[in-house]
């Protein structure tokens, strides 16, 4: 088992949470997250440094996490205060469709950028997305991401995992989109009956055959879209008639 590591000054109540290679803590001081790894996994986090880095040199985007530099053998992040999506489903029942259509929005923009910087992903899922006090979405965790065609060091379960073979390629986040956009339409995960990693839900994507989505109106095609591989670009399902055209039309139905 990994070794537990804290950074100078924090302690094991300032957790907010962590996964296979490292832990995410609060600096009350500051009121931002210090990402670091255990024992043996320094890797990922200088592969998230760097990303972060590049993140930063372009001029950044609002649907990702502000980098403020490293810190001892992790790195400092912005804090968004009000967690990540999939835990905010299970408070918060009463989503209006304007903010489901701001979220959709903002973490495809957020994708193209990060697909521009030659980083994919690999695990786009409700869970790396959290939520600033604004209500704004934010694309983080970015530890097991590829860089310039690097090997990803994760994973996305198999609710989100394209059923191709290269692990590498923009697809891999396309087709976790359209399963993160189903997320936020309907507050569960595709195949939410199943185990996360029942292989029956990758045979059942290798099938084409995907959960139900005409119900969620023309949102739901974008999903599908994404799912039977219609999108070479993360652009694609926002520039084209897709999410601009779907959030113009609901705003003025609206008004």
């Known amino acids: 088992m990994a070794q537990i590591r804290f950074p100078a000054g924090l302690k094991m109540s300032d957790c907010l949470g962590g996964g296979l290679t490292g832990m995410a803590y609060l600096d009350e001081t500051s009121n931002t997250v210090i990402k670091f790894p255990h024992e043996g996994d320094e890797p990922a986090i200088d592969v998230e440094r760097r990303i972060y880095e590049r993140f930063q040199h372009h001029g950044g985007h609002r649907g990702l996490l502000q980098y403020h530099g490293p810190f001892e053998l992790g790195i400092r992040l912005e804090y968004a205060g009000l967690g990540n999506l999939r835990a905010y489903f299970k408070i918060d029942n009463k989503i209006h469709a304007e903010d489901r259509f701001r979220w959709s929005q903002q973490i495809t923009s957020a994708l193209a950028f990060v697909h521009s910087m030659n980083v994919i992903h690999g695990d786009l899922t409700c869970h790396n997305v959290c939520l600033d006090d604004n209500q704004n979405a934010k694309l983080l965790d970015f530890g097991g991401s590829s860089l ?3 090997k990803p060091l994760i994973a996305a379960t198999n609710s989100h995992m394209w059923p191709g073979d ?3 390629s923009p697809q891999v986040d396309i087709f976790a989109l359209g399963s993160t956009l189903y997320e936020i339409w309907t507050g569960k995960p595709p195949f939410y009956w199943l185990e996360s990693w029942d292989p029956e839900i990758t045979n059942s994507f290798k099938r084409s055959e995907f959960p139900e989505t005409k119900s969620l109106g023309p ?6 879209g994404c799912w039977q591989g219609r999108f070479a670009s993360a652009d694609d399902v926002l520039e084209g008639k897709c999410l ?6 609901h705003v003025t139905n609206a008004a």
């Open 148 to 150: 310039d065609g690097s």
């Open 166 to 168: 290269d692990n590498k």
């Open 219 to 224: 949102i739901g095609d974008v999903i599908r």
């Open 244 to 249: 601009v055209n779907l959030i113009t039309c």
